[in-house]
């Protein structure tokens, strides 16, 4: 009897079943519980970042601190809706493979996105009440929400349809704004360097979808349909440019 009692007594001085106990009655947390806090805070990065470095930069170019070349490439809308597409790709990782986190991670790049083009119309303008940045961060909402949506849609399933269909729509943005400024007039300057920088706009808009697929067949069919809708999408922003320039 005694030494059933000292046996016990061993048994509850034991530090090893303690940690047993205390391990098996902790809470455990959720993947998601550890990835989306981590999410949230690089989404604010990247939006206060590249919004900021995105709306200096361009304003400096407009300045003429760049010359001819860095006047022409402030006229394009190209790079804003590039950075937003990188602002929602850079959300996404590759611990993002739980179902829930990588969609949480999707729709926050999305929000990176229309944040990213949101800082950088404040941070272009120098002004936040000015009614031109106020407009062009409403624009931005909804632009650069979709632009970080397929980056992040992209980078979640590179090889995928869906991200084929992600590159492929803003492969058709850069083309669309490069056919709009060499055939439609859409241009605020004559130079040659916007005409040069148009056809690169062409051609990168073309190779896009392409390279970020890694030359799949999902990422040459969504090639050959920005170069089937690039025109008509062209012709449809020129006139609603023209439109708002009237209204």
């Given at each position: 009897?005694?030494?059933?009692?000292?046996?016990?007594?061993?048994?509850?001085?034991?530090?090893?079943?303690?940690?047993?106990?205390?391990?098996?009655?902790?809470?455990?947390?959720?993947p998601?519980?550890?990835?989306?806090?981590?999410?949230?805070?690089?989404?604010?990065?990247?939006?206060?970042?590249?919004?900021?470095?995105?709306?200096?930069?361009?304003?400096?170019?407009?300045?003429?601190?760049?010359?001819?070349?860095?006047?022409?490439?402030?006229?394009?809308?190209?790079?804003?809706?590039l950075?937003?597409?990188?602002?929602?790709?850079?959300?996404?990782?590759?611990?993002?493979?739980?179902?829930?986190?990588?969609?949480?991670?999707?729709?926050?790049?999305?929000?990176?996105g229309?944040?990213?083009?949101?800082?950088a119309?404040?941070?272009?303008?120098?002004?936040?009440?000015?009614?031109?940045?106020?407009?062009?961060?409403?624009?931005?909402?909804?632009?650069?929400?979709?632009?970080?949506?397929?980056?992040?849609?992209?980078?979640?399933?590179?090889?995928?349809?869906?991200?084929?269909?992600a590159?492929?729509a803003?492969?058709?943005?850069?083309?669309?704004?490069?056919?709009?400024?060499?055939?439609?007039?859409?241009?605020?300057?004559?130079?040659?360097?916007?005409?040069?920088?148009?056809?690169?706009?062409?051609?990168?808009?073309?190779?896009?979808?392409?390279?970020?697929?890694?030359?799949?067949?999902?990422?040459?069919?969504?090639?050959?349909?920005?170069?089937?809708?690039?025109?008509?999408?062209?012709?449809?922003?020129?006139?609603?440019?023209?439109?708002?320039?009237?209204?």
């Amino acid at each position: 009897m005694r030494n059933a009692r000292t046996a016990d007594a061993r048994a509850r001085r034991d530090p090893h079943d303690g940690f047993v106990a205390t391990t098996a009655s902790a809470p455990t947390r959720t993947p998601a519980e550890d990835g989306i806090p981590r999410l949230v805070g690089r989404a604010a990065v990247c939006t206060g970042l590249l919004g900021l470095a995105l709306g200096l930069w361009c304003r400096s170019f407009s300045e003429g601190s760049s010359g001819p070349l860095g006047i022409g490439l402030a006229q394009l809308g190209a790079p804003w809706v590039l950075v937003a597409f990188a602002a929602g790709a850079l959300i996404v990782d590759e611990r993002s493979g739980d179902p829930v986190i990588e969609r949480a991670a999707v729709a926050l790049g999305g929000l990176a996105g229309a944040g990213t083009m949101v800082v950088a119309s404040f941070s272009y303008y120098g002004n936040a009440s000015s009614p031109s940045a106020v407009f062009w961060a409403a624009v931005g909402l909804v632009v650069g929400g979709a632009a970080g949506l397929a980056g992040a849609a992209w980078r979640a399933r590179p090889g995928s349809a869906v991200g084929a269909t992600a590159a492929g729509a803003i492969g058709l943005a850069l083309v669309a704004e490069g056919i709009g400024r060499l055939d439609f007039g859409w241009f605020d300057s004559t130079s040659q360097v916007s005409h040069v920088g148009a056809r690169w706009l062409v051609a990168a808009g073309l190779a896009l979808p392409v390279l970020l697929t890694r030359g799949r067949p999902a990422g040459v069919v969504a090639a050959i349909t920005v170069a089937l809708l690039a025109a008509p999408v062209a012709a449809f922003v020129v006139v609603a440019s023209h439109g708002l320039d009237l209204a």
